[in-house]
């Protein structure tokens, strides 16, 4: 058994020492405070071995501004929180994007591969009838998420990149994007609960829980993704669009 059901819910989370996180706070006692925000610390491509180091001087070992961190720390732990992204710019838009494609990377790579793996081997357990019926059912959203990541790396990505070099897009805008951002998350949660009310019994014990496992993990990122593009990315880069006309 690979303990991933544990693992969604070893969570340990101090509200207030984010609430109160400072370009002072230790970045291990950060990580160690709301482990929820491991995943945002892995898509910047932050090594760790922090000993007694500063935020500030962690984000500035790899560029990122420490208010634009603290503040999408707080979006990944705090539901509700909102921003307030008028103090950024390009530089922060470079790096928040660069947070997307590399969010997008993971996903691709390595998250929805190991999900294929394990559903294939859950429902090798099983007859034709509840095989076909959750492998449509999961390519479907398979499906959903590759559009959408494709719009993203292929359409949003580019203008982003197009905005932060100085140029525009007459027949593009980010109020289009806010426009077609679907919600992906949905379709998991859909799938999370036909796991959870109907799944037969004939896979093993653990491949069951271990298959919701993933769900739920991948369902919890991509909520946190969502939300920094809605909250982060959009705001900024409108921002420097209105800023240029």
């Known amino acids: 058994m690979r303990w991933k059901f544990y693992d969604c819910l070893m ?12 370009h002072t706070s230790r970045t291990a006692d950060l990580m160690c405070g709301d482990f929820s925000i491991l995943p945002l610390f892995y898509h910047f491509g932050i090594e760790l071995g922090f000993g007694d180091e500063a935020v500030e001087d962690t984000c500035a070992r790899y560029g990122i501004s420490a ?6 720390c707080k979006v990944y732990t705090m539901p509700g929180y909102v921003p307030d992204c008028s103090g950024f710019g390009k530089e922060d838009l470079r790096v928040v994007a660069e947070y997307v494609h590399q969010s997008h990377v993971y996903y691709l790579e390595r998250a929805l591969p190991e999900l294929d793996r394990c559903l294939d081997e859950v429902t090798g357990y099983y007859g034709e ?3 076909k019926v959750l492998k449509k059912f999961y390519s479907d959203y398979r499906r959903e998420v590759d559009k959408h990541f494709d719009y993203e790396e292929k359409t949003v990505l580019p203008y982003v990149r197009c905005l932060l070099a100085g140029g525009s897009d007459a027949g593009y805008s980010m109020a ?3 426009d077609n951002h679907t919600d ?40 946190n993704h969502t939300v920094i593009e809605n909250r982060i990315l959009v705001p900024i880069a409108m921002k420097i669009e209105n800023d240029g006309r």
């Open 11 to 22: 969570e340990n989370k101090d509200s207030r020492l984010i609430a109160g996180l400072k």
């Open 67 to 72: 208010d634009l961190f603290i503040s999408m």
């Open 129 to 131: 009838a509840n095989r």
């Open 176 to 178: 289009d994007f806010e």
């Open 184 to 223: 992906i998350e949905e379709s998991l949660e859909d799938l999370k609960n036909i796991i959870i009310k109907y799944l037969p019994s004939g896979a093993p014990f653990e491949l069951r829980y271990d298959l919701l496992s993933d769900i739920i993990r991948l369902g919890r990122e991509l909520a």
